[in-house]
């Protein structure tokens, strides 16, 4: 059996049982069996690096049998981005695994507003919590330069995934971690009025449907990473009226939202006083999926 014999028969195999993800739309039976051939060759990377490679791995019959083993693997149900420990998001390449959420490319809405705004604004310390794996708070790192950035997470788990995320694309020196609840960590005179972006992709599906996820994501992701609580908004309730303190006059709160919570959520921060300038910021269907606001020149709020 040839190389190109070989991929075929495998890719077929995926193609006959593949079940769209539409958490994933960047995976793809073709670019799913070039990253699980890289991973096999001890070469690991993203469906979206893999698929951009013109270049197929050589694999030997052992490699080929540790290929079948991962195909195995996410037939099984196993994330993609677990098996090969790898997850493309905004130009980066990060490690990926079972501490933390598994970075989406609909985050990335919230990404490219929030690094607009840095550059807009001309921001020099952002915060980022319910970092996960630091993605986030990476991205703005890498796509603004001199800007001075930290992250958090509830889990000490997730941010020693971040930590390593940030060892990995040499940003450890602008990019900060440390363990907390929310915007607890920063409850300090460093950071009181002193940080022009807050940025947050929270928890937001209601306790009540995490059941009723894809075992994809239920089975294999922290439940920490989704649960919003009863209603799903608890910790984004938390996020609008903690951030006032921390935001200099001026200065930005960023944060995604689920399906429907955008427009609910935009107009409470309109009825805050501690806020102006409310922006949502819409997917390619429409959807809100990404609240901004404006911390106001006066004291309301606060």
Not at 113 to 129: E, M, P, S
Not at 261 to 268: K, L, P
Request: net charge negative; aromatic share 4%; proline share 6%.
């Amino acid at each position: 059996m040839t190389p190109e014999d070989a991929y075929a028969t495998r890719l077929e195999r995926l193609r006959r049982a593949w079940h769209p993800n539409p958490d994933k739309p960047e995976e793809s039976p073709e670019n799913t069996l070039l990253a699980l051939a890289w991973t096999a060759a001890g070469q690991p990377r993203s469906a979206v690096a893999a698929g951009a490679s013109d270049a197929l791995p050589g694999l030997d019959a052992a490699a080929l049998e540790r290929l079948d083993a991962l195909v195995a693997q996410r037939l099984a149900g196993v994330p993609l981005a677990h098996i090969t420990g790898r997850q493309h998001f905004m130009g980066l390449e990060l490690a990926a695994g079972p501490e933390a959420l598994i970075p989406r490319a609909e985050t990335e809405l919230l990404g490219r507003a929030a690094i607009d705004l840095a550059l807009a604004t001309g921001a020099r310390v952002a915060v980022d919590v319910c970092t996960g794996s630091g993605n986030l708070a990476l991205a703005l790192a890498h796509h603004v330069e001199g800007l001075e950035v930290h992250g958090a997470d509830l889990s000490e788990e997730a941010v020693g995934l971040a930590r390593r995320n940030a060892a990995m694309l040499g940003l450890e020196q602008r990019v900060r971690f440390r363990a907390g609840d929310l915007l607890a960590p920063f409850d300090s005179p460093q950071f009181h009025g002193g940080v022009d972006l807050v940025v947050c992709n929270p928890p937001y599906i209601s306790s009540g449907k995490v059941a009723a996820m894809d075992p994809e994501i239920s089975g294999h992701e922290p439940r920490l990473a989704f649960d919003g609580g009863t209603l799903g908004v608890s910790i984004l309730t938390r996020l609008m009226h903690e951030a006032p303190p921390l935001l200099r006059v001026g200065g930005w709160l960023a944060f995604e939202v689920g399906t429907g919570q955008g427009t609910t959520m935009a107009r409470r921060l309109r009825n805050d006083p501690a806020w102006d300038d409310v922006r949502e910021c819409s997917d390619g269907h429409g959807v809100v999926r990404a609240v901004l606001a404006r911390r106001r020149a006066d004291n309301g709020g606060t």
